[in-house]
């Protein structure tokens, strides 16, 4: 079989090749705050999910982890451009999605390991996180399923003319979905204010995008569905942050949905925390370090230390203080209550065993 990951050209200009020539990240846009917040939200995310990570090598963790290590620029950027009046839904890989919009880490942490304390009250794992008074209306592991709810989202945002936006995060393999395209059609034909987020890390669980799709270019279906769209580096958090502006803004001021695509890629394997470098055609330990290289994280770092915007000893402590917080709230998540037993019925029937 011939092999047409190596034979085929990238149709993402360069975005999928990881030793690109790389452009300083320009954040001659934002003031300091905003790019303090940026850098603590990276770090927020990437150790939250390191931890997790300990958790299931620790046995702690029960339910299947998915962690979106070396990915969190796109989250942090696309927050960016949101409020709490959005809605906003998430997958099977929404660590980043939830904390970006101010997620509680110790929530996080308590629903992974089965705790009352838990964003879903410890019943759902780290598949299915909740936190509506952030925006985030929850995330469900069945692929490609809250993409329609998002557009239900920005039904119910048209009818109320407030200005809210629905928004869907999803990966490269869920726009191998009917639901996608369906959704997409919906709300283009209808202009609706939808923000739908393509993580495409190139991978739909172990299998390379091009032995499954005839090009890399996920934007290829926003231009078939007339649906106002960008491609971009998905590990430069500013690059994101101004694409999301630009489409959020469009669709809150009527001019319908928007389709960003972030290229980017996960560190981590499909599910658990080892890296898995025997599956897939471009999964060598060579291909996990060269994209490294471009990981977001020390790219912002160098960009704020460049251009004079925060120092090195301000990025260590805060480095330090956000370590000491993921600790702290991982210390007590691990010494929390798990749900009663009547929890069982509780949650499933009206009055359950309370009656």
């Known amino acids: 079989m011939t092999d047409v990951s190596v034979t085929r050209a990238s149709d993402l200009g360069g975005l999928a090749n990881p030793a690109r020539p790389l452009s300083p990240i320009d954040v001659g846009a934002y003031d300091d705050a905003t790019l303090r917040h940026f850098l603590t939200l990276l770090f927020r995310i990437r150790f939250a999910e390191e931890k997790v990570g300990e958790l299931v090598e620790r046995g702690l963790a029960k339910a299947p982890c998915h962690l979106g290590i070396g990915q969190e620029a796109v989250a942090v950027g696309v927050s960016a451009a949101l409020n709490a009046r959005d809605r906003v839904f998430g997958g099977h890989r929404s660590h980043s999605h939830y904390l970006a919009l101010g997620g509680d880490v110790y929530k996080l942490l308590a629903e992974v390991l089965g705790k ?12 299915h996180l909740y936190g509506r008074e ?12 809250t993409i329609p709810l998002a557009v239900g989202a920005g039904i119910a945002a048209q009818m109320e003319g407030q200005g809210a936006v629905g928004v869907c995060y999803f990966g490269d393999g869920a726009t191998e979905e ?44 926003g231009d078939a569905h007339v649906v ?81 915007r925060m120092t090195a000893g301000e990025i260590a402590q805060l480095e330090q203080s956000v370590r000491k917080e993921i600790d702290e709230a991982a210390t007590r998540a691990e010494a929390a209550a798990y749900p009663e037993e009547r929890a069982l019925l509780d949650l499933v029937y009206i009055g359950g065993a309370s009656k």
């Open 116 to 127: 009352l304390d838990g964003t879903s009250r410890g019943m759902g794992g780290s598949m």
């Open 134 to 145: 952030l925006g985030f209306y929850g995330s469900v592991p069945l692929v490609g399923a």
């Open 178 to 221: 009917g639901v996608f395209h369906e959704s997409m059609n919906l709300a283009s034909a209808m202009r609706l204010p939808v923000l739908f987020v393509c993580e495409n890390n190139l991978f739909s669980s172990h299998l390379d995008i091009n032995l499954r799709q005839p090009s890399d270019r996920i934007g290829r279906y």
């Open 228 to 308: 106002n769209t960008r491609s971009v580096d998905g590990n430069d958090t500013v690059a994101v942050a101004k694409a999301a502006n630009e489409l959020v803004t469009h669709a809150r001021n009527g001019g319908g949905p928007g389709l960003l695509e972030a290229v980017t890629f996960r560190h981590r394997g499909h599910v658990g925390p080892k890296e898995d470098i025997d599956v897939g055609v471009r999964r060598r330990q060579s291909d996990i370090d060269a994209w490294k290289r471009v990981d977001p994280i020390p790219r912002l770092i160098s960009a704020l230390r460049d251009a004079n």
